[in-house]
């Protein structure tokens, strides 16, 4: 979903996240990931790691930064644009 359209009291499925459409939630659930709840807590990087072990390659940096910007968002950040991540996920982890 359109972070600009993100309702934080309105979160049932995992479309309903921001940076979230139907082929990166189907990616979620098949990592374990059913309800947005799910994500409170968690760390990005595990969260990235899972999602590439789960699809048997390792996915575009991409998809990093909008794990970022979702378990960002779950423990309490303002919904914003996975490219929002980007530069800082580049700086920490070039080689992501």
Known sequence: M???NVR???LTELTDLPNIGPRIAACLL???V???VDLVGR???DLYGQL???EGQRLDP???DVCLSITRFMDG???RAWWHYTAKRKQRYPDV
Do not use: I
């Open 2 to 4: 359109n972070p600009a």
């Open 8 to 10: 934080r009291d309105a």
């Open 30 to 32: 098949r990592a374990g």
């Open 34 to 36: 059913e309800r947005p």
């Open 43 to 45: 760390d990005a990087f």
């Open 52 to 54: 590439c072990r789960s």
């Open 62 to 64: 991409c998809v990093l």
């Open 77 to 79: 950040g303002e919904p």
